[in-house]
């Protein structure tokens, strides 16, 4: 069946690599950033947050940096794991988090 | 996320029917949203309500109506299905945490839905 991974950025990473998926946003007035992750049939679920008075937040194997300067977020993932297989989508919000706007995705794929 | 429930999982229809798209959830958020998503795109916002009296528009809204029934409810309708509306529909919620500013949203498993 139709897959909501066609047409997307791919990212192909052997297991034990680190990832790297890259993020541009256009609104210089966002000031909170997240990373969400889905994976095949199912809904987009939170990784991690950033707001835009810092430049690097740390979770587990996953650490996203902000690029104020030009408009850039990425995600990094350590280790990366096949179980990390997934579209990873930025979203970026502002004006109190009234409502989130999202990126178009990357599909990361990992080579066991 | 077992705690947002979206109904039915799969709806095959035809154009010019309404549809309507059920969304409950127990985690008493007060933020619920609806999204589409289609091959190649991200999520759209189609609607998105902070509590049972309010509604707004988002992005994409022409062609859809939602309902609050209540804080855990929240529906979306097609009056009138039309093909470029087969898309895969998520609703999410959020309860924004004053102070940390972290607006997380928890999705349902969505809704694949093709109108004919």
């Known amino acids: 069946g139709e897959s909501v991974g066609l047409h997307l950025p791919t990212l192909s990473v052997q297991e034990g690599d680190n990832s790297i998926i890259n993020c541009a946003y256009s609104?210089?007035?966002?000031?909170?950033f997240i990373w969400y992750k889905q994976e095949s049939g199912k809904g987009p679920q939170f990784i991690i947050d950033?707001?835009?008075?810092?430049d690097k937040r740390q979770g587990q194997r996953v650490t996203v940096l902000l690029n104020k300067t030009v408009k850039h977020l990425s995600l990094q993932i350590a280790a990366t794991q096949p179980g990390d297989s997934a579209v990873y989508f930025c979203a970026e919000s502002s004006g109190g988090y009234q409502k989130v706007t999202f990126g178009t995705g990357t599909k990361l794929q990992v080579i066991p | 996320d077992a705690d947002v429930t979206q109904t039915p999982r799969n709806r095959i229809t035809k154009t010019g029917k309404r549809i309507m798209l059920e969304c409950s959830q127990t985690?008493?958020?007060?933020?619920m949203y609806w999204y589409r998503q289609d091959p190649g795109l991200g999520l759209r916002l189609i609607y998105y309500?902070?509590?049972?009296?309010?509604?707004n528009k988002g992005e994409i809204s022409d062609g859809y109506s939602v309902s609050r029934q209540a804080q855990a409810k929240f529906s979306l309708s097609l009056e009138s299905a039309i093909p470029n509306q087969t898309a895969l529909y998520f609703c999410?919620?959020?309860?924004?945490?004053?102070?940390?500013?972290?607006?997380?949203?928890?999705f349902g498993p969505g809704t694949r839905l093709t109108v004919l």
């Open positions: 985690k008493g958020h007060d933020r």
């Open positions: 309500s902070f509590d049972v009296k309010d509604i």
């Open positions: 609104n210089s007035a966002s000031d909170y």
């Open positions: 950033i707001r835009s008075n810092m």
């Open positions: 999410a919620t959020s309860d924004l945490r004053i102070g940390t500013g972290v607006n997380e949203q928890f």
